[in-house]
C-alpha cells in the first residue's frame, strides 16, 4: 500500500520514519493477504476518544484502497462513544464487503474499541490482547472530584435508592437527600445508552461472528462484556481464553509467528508516540 493510515496523534517524523512504517505496513499485509490499516486513539492524552470524526476519516482512507480481499484493522484505542463505534463497524463492512474485515489487537481495545471488534469476521489476539466490557462510562462527582464510573454501577445504585425509598415507613429525609444528588434526566438518559450500546453489540454479533446463535445465547454468552458485574471494574482486560470461551471466533497468534513480530512491532512505533 502507498498510504500510511494513522489517526488520533502526530508522528515525530524525525524519529518514526514512515518508510519504516509504510514496509511494516507492506509486509503485514503479505502476511495476512489483505490490506492493513491501523486506527490509534491514545491512552494518555485528553479527550482522544473514538469519535465521528474518526469513521469519517476512515472511510475517506477505504475509498481509496481495493478491498476485494477484505480489510485488516489494526486497531489500539481505551474506547469512546458507542454510537461511533457502530458507524466504524457499517463502513468497515460494507467497504471490505465479501472480503469481510478482520480486527486486530496487538495490545488494548477497550470498550468501543471492543464493540468494533465484534463486528468484525474474526479478532486476532496475542496472549497479552486485551479487549474490555462495553457498558457506558460517564464522569460523576465523587468526594468533590469527578471520578470515571460505570453507567451501570451509577444507574443501579439509583434505583437501590429509589426503591428503598419506596419500601420505607418511617423518615424518608436521608433517601431524599441521597436521590437529590442525581439527575433524574440523566438517569434515563443512561439507562438508553446501556440497552444501545447491549444492542449494537448483539446485532452485529448476530449478523457477524455468531449467526447461528438466537439474541437471547448471545446476550448470555458474552454478558462478561455487558455489564461490570463479572468483571466488577471497566479496566479490567478480558484476555483472549475469555473471549474465545464467550463464543468469539479468535484467531490465536503467538509470540513467535512472523506476523505478530511485524505486528508488534508496528504497534510499538505507534504507541510510544501516542
Not at 168 to 175: A, D, I, K, R, Y
Not at 195 to 207: C, M, R, T
Not at 237 to 252: D, Q, T, V
Request: glycine residues 6%; hydrophobic residues 35%; aromatic residues 8%.
Amino acid at each position: 500500500m502507498n498510504k500510511d493510515p494513522i489517526f488520533k496523534f502526530i508522528l515525530d517524523e524525525q524519529h518514526q520514519s514512515p518508510e519504516t512504517r509504510k514496509t511494516l505496513f507492506e509486509s503485514i499485509e503479505i502476511e495476512l493477504n489483505k490490506p492493513a490499516i491501523a486506527f490509534y486513539t491514545s491512552f494518555n492524552a485528553n479527550n482522544a476518544f473514538i469519535e465521528d470524526e474518526d469513521a469519517n476519516l476512515i472511510e475517506n482512507i477505504l475509498q481509496t484502497m481495493d478491498l476485494t480481499k477484505g480489510l485488516a484493522l489494526i486497531i489500539s484505542s481505551p474506547g469512546g462513544l458507542g454510537l461511533s463505534a457502530e458507524r466504524i463497524i457499517k463502513i468497515c463492512r460494507s467497504y471490505s464487503g465479501k472480503g469481510k474485515y478482520s480486527a486486530i489487537v496487538p495490545g488494548k481495545a477497550k470498550s468501543a474499541a471492543t464493540m468494533i471488534c465484534f463486528g468484525a469476521s474474526e479478532i486476532y489476539m496475542s496472549p497479552t490482547s486485551e479487549l474490555g466490557p462495553i457498558d457506558p462510562q460517564i464522569r460523576a462527582p465523587e468526594g468533590g472530584i469527578l471520578q470515571s464510573m460505570s453507567a451501570c454501577t451509577y444507574v443501579d445504585s439509583y434505583d437501590k435508592l429509589f426503591n428503598d425509598a419506596k419500601e420505607c415507613t418511617g423518615n424518608l429525609e436521608p433517601f431524599l437527600q441521597q436521590l437529590n444528588k442525581y439527575d433524574e434526566a440523566q438517569v434515563n438518559t443512561l439507562r438508553n445508552e446501556i440497552v444501545a450500546a447491549k444492542q449494537i453489540a448483539i446485532q452485529y454479533l448476530k449478523s457477524g461472528m455468531m449467526p447461528e446463535k438466537t439474541e437471547e445465547n448471545i446476550e448470555r454468552n458474552v454478558e462478561i462484556f455487558l455489564t461490570p458485574a463479572h468483571t466488577k471494574t471497566h479496566g479490567k482486560p478480558i484476555y483472549r481464553e475469555e473471549a474465545e470461551s464467550c463464543g468469539l471466533i479468535i484467531n490465536k497468534m503467538s509470540f513467535g509467528d512472523e506476523v505478530w513480530k511485524l505486528l508488534y512491532e508496528l504497534h510499538f512505533r505507534l504507541n510510544s508516540r501516542s
